[in-house]
């Protein structure tokens, strides 16, 4: 194990995911590369691992699809049974879609991939992140959660459904995830804090099936950040000394911000938690 010890990086095929596992490798961090498809996984983990200098076997490919809970849960086993600490937790996978899909679960996509499955992944891997010497998590939010709304009742929007409705209420759920998480940690050594990246050019909104939506992000991309810019501020949340110190915070630029109002609305936040503990069947091990 290397002096910094181990990371997890969801979402580590492309953009920011990519760019990240790059980081840390460069760091010092030996980098499970979360990823759904084990071929552009690999190449994923080829391209972080030449642009970082790190050794051969540093960063090790973990195939997992988080839109079904029971990979997730093979996946958090096969951390755990490495034994060891996890030192740093990245959950930055999105998605977003035009129309409404669902998991393998029945879980509307957006709320199911990006919140539910961080959710069940961060509560199995708990004890490995206490266990840390000072143990990070970081979720890869963004600003889109300030028009978004937690629909308690039907948070698989089966009715009214929209693609921006979705999107920001799983977002609105990524941060009001991290500060409960936070709040939950408190006496032990580990934090958690959430992060808007930006406007970053990735193709997390182009189907990969048909290829949609790539024609717009080709004529819009000159506009955005590129994904090394958009993943600096969880970089910075990940490993910077004068993050240490946060707990609950949202970030943007490499400095606290201010979330919206429903973010900071502890009783959402506890009942998130509570909705998503059931939803997920998983008791979180986090103490209330």
Request: proline share 3%.
């Amino acid at each position: 194990m290397r002096e910094n010890g181990l990371a997890l990086v969801t979402g580590a095929n492309s953009g920011m995911g990519r760019a990240t596992s790059t980081a840390l490798l460069r760091a010092g961090y030996r980098v499970l590369m979360l990823c759904r498809d084990a071929a552009r996984g690999l190449a994923a983990l080829r391209e972080a691992t030449a642009a970082s200098g790190a050794r051969a076997g540093d960063a090790e490919l973990l195939l997992c699809d988080l839109a079904d809970l029971a990979d997730v849960r093979l996946g958090a086993a096969s951390v755990l049974a490495r034994g060891v600490p996890l030192d740093l937790l990245v959950n930055n996978a999105g998605v977003i879609t035009m129309d409404r899909r669902e998991t393998k679960d029945g879980f509307e996509l957006q709320f199911g991939v990006n919140h539910l499955a961080h959710f069940l992944l961060t509560s199995l891997l708990r004890d490995a992140i206490v266990a840390a010497p000072a143990g990070r998590v970081v979720v890869v939010a963004s600003g889109a959660h300030k028009i978004g709304a937690i629909n308690l009742a039907d948070p698989n929007l089966r009715r009214g459904y929209s693609a921006f409705k979705a999107y920001s209420q799983s977002k609105l759920a990524n941060v009001l995830f991290a500060s409960e998480l936070a709040r939950r940690l408190e006496g032990t050594r580990a934090t958690a804090n959430s992060c808007h990246p930006g406007a970053v050019g990735t193709s997390m909104g182009v189907d990969r099936t048909t290829g949609f939506g790539s024609g717009i992000m080709k004529l819009l991309r000159p506009f955005f950040l590129t994904s090394e810019e958009g993943a600096r501020t969880a970089i910075w949340l990940a490993t910077s000394p004068d993050a240490a110190g946060l707990r609950g915070a949202y970030c943007y630029k490499c400095l606290p911000a201010s979330p919206s109002k429903r973010a900071r609305d502890p009783k959402l936040a506890a009942d998130l938690w509570e909705l998503s503990e059931r939803l997920t069947r998983q008791r979180s091990g986090f103490s209330s």
